[in-house]
């Protein structure tokens, strides 16, 4: 029996971990659910799964959550601290850290210290402080096991290989919804165009950065992290039908791919049940289905994302940081309307000009350099 922690459990990640949970009472038992401010969904999942704990972050919404529940034996909490304390519980193996943005940084920093295993979804707690999380967690003896689909895939293709050196890896990009158009259309594309993901079912933030590119940028990051590579061994291709999820090329110039049809509830089960592969009913894949795998190189200068990731990446220190906020501004300025698609790389350019480099940021310096950036990419956004 696991006892599994969810941050964010009424976001795309959290609601499909809970699916996994339910259709493996035997494996997995849930102790802690999270949410920001959808109280009402938080109050249905807790009444259905009957955990220790829920902890609402929106203060003014605890009163609803605590009448709701207040016939359970269930204990209510509101608040970011509250989302940081309970992560620590004795009763928890494993936290899935299914939030989005940033605010996943310091409830992973605490869940490590506490030495709970971490299934992590919330990929910009890497990309903002990678180092500092992966030498935390070394420091705990702490596993990090990947739950984006692309990390899944290169964590399936190095189980029994540990002892040999990876040469690259290369993560699978579907393109999105804008694959192949010019600068020039992408100017006038749409909110709800771009919310229209071909492949996968999301949340807002991450659909749009998979629209931009962005997403794949930072899932760059999030390998180097989780995988130990230098920069150079990261590669992306673009592959629309979103069948083969990565793959790893090792020293004798094998190639290792994972495949399978694009359902997060694979690589969340996979996180959550490692080293077990749990049975399930999933649909299965079937070539007859997808005749045509197609792969194309990714389009860098129309995507400037990607190529801005890269740059931030090989620049290290708090620059990953400043692009991580700078487009959490962007992409929630763009989701209201107030900019449009190109002007998110813009502000991301800018922002990475313009706020202080610091080489070896330490914790509060991460903190300062996520504040500074925000205001920086404010300016433009609320002009
Ligand atoms: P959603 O927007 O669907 O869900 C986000 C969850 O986090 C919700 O439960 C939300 O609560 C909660 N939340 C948001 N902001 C805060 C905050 N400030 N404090 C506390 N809780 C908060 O996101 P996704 O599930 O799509 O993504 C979650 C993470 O997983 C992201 O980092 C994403 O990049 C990553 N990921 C997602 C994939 C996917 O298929 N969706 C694939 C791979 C990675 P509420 O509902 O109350 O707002
Ligand atoms: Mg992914």
């Known amino acids: 029996m696991k006892r599994i922690a969810i941050l964010g459990s009424t976001g795309s990640i959290g609601t499909q971990a809970l699916e996994v949970i339910k259709a493996n009472p035997e494996h997995f038992e849930l102790e802690v659910i999270t949410a920001h401010s959808n109280a009402d969904l938080l109050i249905a999942q807790a009444l259905a799964f009957k955990p220790n704990a829920v902890v609402i972050a929106r203060e003014d919404l605890y009163e609803q959550v605590q009448d709701a529940l207040q016939h359970e034996n269930i204990k209510v909490y509101a608040g970011t601290n509250a989302l940081c304390s309970v992560v620590e519980m004795g009763d928890i193996d494993m936290v899935l850290t299914a939030m989005v943005g940033y605010a996943g940084l310091l409830p992973t920093i605490r869940a490590i210290k506490a030495g709970k295993q971490i299934a992590l979804a919330n990929k910009e707690t890497l990309v903002v402080a990678g180092q500092l999380i992966t030498e935390l967690a070394r420091a705990h003896g702490v596993n990090i096991y990947p739950v984006d689909s692309e990390h899944s895939a290169i964590f399936q293709c190095l ?20 694959r192949g158009r010019t600068a020039e259309e992408l100017r006038h594309v749409t909110k709800a165009q771009a919310l229209k993901h071909p492949n996968w079912d999301m949340g807002a933030k991450i659909t749009i950065d998979s629209a931009s590119l962005m997403n794949k940028g930072l899932e760059v990051i999030e390998a180097k992290w989780l995988f130990g590579l230098r920069n150079e061994q990261i590669e992306v291709v673009v592959h629309p039908q979103s069948i083969v999820h990565s793959l790893v090329q090792f020293e004798d110039g094998s190639l290792k791919a994972q495949l399978g049809l694009p359902d997060m509830k694979l690589p969340i089960q996979y996180a959550l049940g490692y080293p077990n592969r749990l049975k399930s009913d999933y649909p299965r894949f079937s070539f007859m289905d997808y005749p045509q795998l197609t792969f194309e190189q990714p389009d860098l200068k129309t995507f400037r994302n990607l190529q801005l990731a890269y740059d931030a990446m090989e620049k290290g220190g708090n620059m990953p940081c400043i692009l991580n906020a700078a487009n959490e501004v962007a992409v929630s300025a763009f989701l209201k309307d107030k900019i449009g698609f190109l002007q998110m790389s813009d502000i991301l350019e800018s922002c990475l000009a313009k706020v202080a480099y610091i080489a070896h940021p330490s914790y509060d310096d991460y903190v300062d350099t996520d504040r500074e950036a925000r205001a920086a990419a404010a300016t433009v956004t609320d002009k």
């Open 159 to 178: 189980a029994g290989e540990f002892h040999n050196p990876i040469e690259k890896i290369i993560l699978t990009a579907s393109g999105g919804p804008f």
